[in-house]
């Protein structure tokens, strides 16, 4: 079992930063492949960017690539990522979520079984 918080939303101007936090508790942080998903007003949950259990290999949505940057501290239990270069395209709620240890594509949000709460981002022009 793994519960996920996340943190570091906010109201920012487009060009600017932020930095998602997702704290984790529960013995196999570690293990799990991390998400992070996201959902603009009135549209489906879309995926942003996955990090392995390493931190040795990242993904990202292409419309993120280059701008986002997905890490984990396992030592922390943690998972950020850091959003540069804001567009208002980007305004979401920004879930994170630990992918189910027996396999599956890293890019599905079927195949996360624990999700947090969600946290607010909205990009003003």
């Known amino acids: 079992q793994v519960q996920l918080v996340e943190s570091g939303g906010g109201l920012v101007q487009a060009g600017g930063s932020l930095t998602l936090s997702c704290a984790a508790s529960?013995?196999?942080?570690?293990?799990?492949?991390m998400g992070w998903f996201r959902q603009g007003p009135g549209k489906e949950r879309e995926f942003v960017a996955t990090i392995n259990w390493s931190g040795g290999s990242t993904y990202y949505a292409d419309s993120v690539k280059g701008r986002f940057t997905i890490s984990r501290d396992n030592a922390k239990n943690t998972v950020y990522l850091r959003m540069n270069s804001l567009k208002p395209e980007d305004t979401a709620v920004y879930y994170c979520?630990?992918?189910?240890?027996?396999?599956?594509?890293?890019?599905?949000?079927?195949?996360?079984?624990?999700w947090g709460q969600g946290t607010q981002v909205t990009v003003s022009s």
């Open positions: 529960g013995r196999t942080f570690s293990r799990h492949i």
């Open positions: 979520a630990a992918h189910r240890l027996s396999g599956g594509s890293w890019l599905d949000s079927a195949q996360y079984d624990y």
